[in-house]
DNA sequence: CCTTATCGAGCGAGCGTTCGGTAGATATTG
DNA sequence: CAATATCTACCGAACGCTCGCTCGATAAGG
């Protein structure tokens, strides 16, 4: 358990972790997940034909959802889009609605396999920790950004069984901020009064960045100047008086 | 312009301004506006027919909408929950979108109508006017919960002259928060530093207590709870380190 | 008996999905 | 290696259905 003082010299300077380029999967990545998971709906066998065409269909029917919603995206659209027909797009999914959840798991699938996978050295201390998962969200959104759009977007609106595995994901990520806060709590980071409604209020502040992308862009706010942001407000929130007060502006020094 | 010992003080008694009660409008009332704004496309004359049957209209078309979203909702749908008739209907309304745009506008210019007409006493102090607009934005959602519901759901996916009208009302609800905490800074009520990004940052941290309404009612959590909190998490972002630890819990006393 | 408010069958358009057909790659055979 | 057979990946017309919306008929009140 550090002290106060200790704490805030600490925090002083920035804290520098490995940069997520290298864990930060690619669509093409994503793509190849997405046709391994789903073997026995997708006809084509041949790799090298199947996935970059899933990857043209993945891209353009998010593109297309993301300007008027899933619903309005229509396969005579997305046969457009691909330049296949409507029946060569059907070797790929089985329904529209199949479509839908290849991409919403692989979303919710991500966000757990990187989340979860901090750097060991990230994780020795509570604040650092919590600022690695606000950071780290942020940077994942921004590299797949239609992606998360999309999500976000279709999550409601759903069937019951496609809701209760977006609500799901939403609780996982929730409960990496509620762990790591109480951790810091126990262990005397955290003011020991830190609201328990803390947590569930961090995930908003993230899905504002990418769900209001354009207003930020509009504006020329950095990702940099918004997670250093979101970090200093939900530190301020949890951290003693005066560690708040050491608080420096913080974000992941760039490499290279 | 107080100084730190006097705010403390200040902050320390929960600030009580008048019940909303009075001034937030009913559903009825909604609806007499909306009907006054489209005279022109409402054929139906005699208001004593008009005014409960648009009602009844308005009410099932937001039920039916927040399961399933907008564009799911079938005017045979909404047919069958009015027990009116398909041509009926639009006697009302001349097309789908219009339905959307009476709603979509009358909640818009309702936030627009609340957050711009503070009691007077609660304007003096920049503290208690950022208290205020929170905690007012939270009850008036509250209120009419499905309608901002339907408001929040709809507003994305939207042909472009919709779509401004939501980034408008947005940008405004927006543009309150920053004149008030502009205010405080110049004042010497917050700190001189707070950042231009927490006003946009307050947005989606009320949307989240009406998006997302079921969690916090499964989980418990109450109205005044989650106004208190989100007022604590804003108010440490700008007060400075020393008003910040005044901090007591704070809502609008209830009123019995 | 005209005005007002409502009805409900029905229109054309567009939807997700299917399926018979085929070109070209691949495998099999002599 | 040429000829043949098989398979793979895709095409696109067509199907059944639902959609938003219209319009002539109709009922009720003054």
Redesign the pocket.
């Known amino acids: 358990m550090t002290n106060p003082t200790q704490r805030a010299a600490q925090l002083a300077s920035a804290p520098i972790w490995p940069p997520m380029t290298d864990q930060m999967p690619t669509v093409a990545q994503l793509c190849q997940s997405i046709l391994a998971r789903h073997q026995d709906t997708i006809?084509?066998?041949?790799p090298s034909?199947?996935l970059p065409?899933l990857q043209r269909i993945l891209e353009a029917a998010i593109d297309l959802s993301n300007k008027g919603g899933f619903?309005a995206?229509?396969?005579?659209?997305l046969?457009r889009e691909t330049?296949?027909?409507?029946?060569?797009?059907?070797?790929?999914?089985?329904?529209?609605?199949t479509l839908l959840k290849m991409i919403l798991a692989e979303v919710a699938d991500l966000v757990q396999r990187i989340l979860s996978n901090p750097p060991a050295d990230v994780t020795r201390d509570p604040v650092t920790h919590l600022r690695w998962l606000i950071d780290t969200h942020l940077r994942m959104t921004e590299a797949l950004l239609a992606w998360f759009t999309f999500a976000f977007m279709e999550a409601k609106n759903f069937p019951p069984a496609e809701r209760r595995m977006a609500v799901d994901s939403e609780m996982l990520t929730e409960s990496f901020f509620s762990a790591v806060i109480l951790r810091g709590i126990e262990g005397g980071a955290f003011r020991p009064d830190t609201s328990p409604l803390l947590p569930a209020l961090i995930k908003p502040l993230l899905q504002e960045w990418y769900v209001k992308r354009a207003k930020y862009r509009r504006r020329g706010i950095t990702l940099d100047a918004y997670s250093a942001e979101v970090q200093q407000v939900v530190l301020r929130a949890c951290l003693p008086e005066r560690g708040g007060a050491a608080l420096a502006p913080m974000t992941r020094a760039p490499i290279g």
């Open positions: 006809s084509v066998r041949k034909i199947a065409r619903q995206m229509s396969l005579r659209d046969s330049g296949m027909s409507a029946g060569g797009l059907y070797a790929y999914f089985d329904s529209k609605t």
